[in-house]
């Protein structure tokens, strides 16, 4: 990872597994994720669990004591870690959002990974990723600005 980045999956009829997407090294630590999801009553509803990497990387999620989840619904699994400065601020910050579908294996949910963004401000420090979204603000604002003049 060279900076922030976005990917998405191949889409059509190319499957793309969680290692296609996901580095094992860098997932690997994190302490926890937050899954994010829809509930039957269409509220959307985050809940902290554990996880560990299967021998083949794949990601499987400790079934969280929450409302339940859609069976092959899609979640959104925040992976973030960030250490206070005891005279304040922070370091160490990164994170990783992966967007996919959850299936159930052995008491746990399987994490099969569609869209992934991430940081790390070890590889991309965090005034230069403000600087690199400049672009990206400018052109939202301006979609925006007609609006406005209405």
């Known amino acids: 990872m060279e900076e922030w980045r976005h990917l998405q999956t191949r889409g059509g009829n190319q499957f793309m597994t969680s290692l296609d997407l996901v ?16 509930d039957k ?5 985050s809940v902290a669990t554990d996880f560990l990497l299967s021998e083949n990387g794949e990601i499987l999620l400790k079934k969280p004591s929450a409302p339940p989840m859609m ?10 870690h960030i250490t206070g400065i005891p005279t304040g601020g922070y370091t160490d910050r990164r994170y ?5 579908r959850v299936s ?12 992934l963004s991430e940081w790390d401000e070890k ?3 965090f005034d230069k990723l403000c600087a690199a979204a400049v672009p990206q ?9 007609p609006s406005i003049d209405a």
């Open 104 to 115: 159930e294996d052995q008491g746990f949910l399987k994490l099969h990974a569609e869209e």
């Open 123 to 125: 590889i991309l420090p």
């Open 137 to 145: 603000a400018k052109k939202y604002l301006e979609s925006l600005q």
């Open 71 to 80: 069976p092959g619904g899609r979640v959104g699994v925040l992976f973030n």
């Open 41 to 45: 009553d269409g509220f959307p509803f």
């Open 23 to 38: 580095d094992p090294d860098r997932i690997s630590r994190f302490g926890y994720g937050v899954i994010t999801w829809i």
């Open 96 to 100: 990783m959002l992966v967007w996919g």
